[in-house]
């Protein structure tokens, strides 16, 4: 027994080597994790800076577009009553809808037609279709946010030197959603060039608010709703902010 204690304690331990390489091996793995991690929050940063810049770089130029419109066109003959701004309103959104809807649907229409995404139950997407697909969705979404705000914007403009404004949101709103989808092709950081059409809408959307507000309860029926709104975006900055460690 005991001669077999000691050729079993003697034997050679031929699993060592292997048991190295596993840990260098599982080592190795976890430096390329860190890495790709690393690589991946530097991405994430470059990318949010370029956007930055893009939104600061479309923003005075919004501003510059939307003012002179507003400045420089001859008033809207005939805008007196109600009916005939709402028309003009009217108008101004059916040239929206054609310009930036219609435009993306015919866009992944045809990128449909002539490719094996004709079947959209495959699930073949190029990039082109899946940057146009998502222009297709935000469009759609800020386009709900622009409409009712223009026809109050016009519901509260007396008269047709005022109803310029409406034309200047109009045409910046359109401009801004081609900024966004010719950016969005370039990359997604470029998109942010089409941010000054969603401060737009919302703009205008809480100037509408805050004249309704004021018709039912004087200055504190302006605030209030304004307030509220900040308050509510003041809280979603809070909500999504990053965790500490992962930025």
Not at 67 to 88: G, K, Q, T
Request: proline share 5%; net charge neutral.
């Amino acid at each position: 027994m005991a001669a077999k204690s000691a050729t079993f304690l003697n034997k050679p331990a031929h699993n060592e080597p292997d048991c190295i390489e596993a840990v260098v091996a599982y080592a190795a793995k976890g430096v390329v994790a860190m890495n790709e991690r690393a690589e991946e929050k530097l991405e994430f940063k470059r990318q949010r800076r370029a956007g930055m810049a893009a939104i600061a770089i479309a923003m005075p130029v919004a501003l510059l577009l939307w003012l002179a419109i507003d400045h420089f066109v001859p008033p809207l003959a005939d805008m007196d009553s109600l009916s005939e701004r709402m028309l003009f309103t009217l108008k101004c959104c059916c040239a929206a809808v054609l310009f930036c809807l219609v435009t993306g649907v015919e866009a992944v229409a045809h990128e449909r037609l002539v490719s094996p995404a004709f079947d959209p139950l495959e699930g073949f997407e190029t990039q082109r279709l899946r940057v146009n697909l998502r222009y297709l969705q935000n469009t759609l979404e800020q386009i709900v946010v622009f409409i009712p705000g223009l026809f109050g914007l016009a519901a509260y403009a007396p008269d047709g030197a005022a109803m310029r404004a409406v034309l200047a949101t109009t045409v910046v709103w359109i401009v801004a959603r081609f900024a966004f989808w010719i950016g969005y092709h370039r990359s997604a950081a470029m998109r942010g060039l089409g941010a000054p059409g969603m401060g737009l809408g919302m703009l205008v959307l809480l100037y509408v608010v805050a004249k309704f507000g004021y018709e039912i309860g004087g200055v504190a029926g302006a605030v209030l709703p304004v307030a509220a709104f900040l308050g509510i975006e003041a809280y979603l900055f809070w909500a999504t902010r990053p965790s500490p460690g992962t930025l």
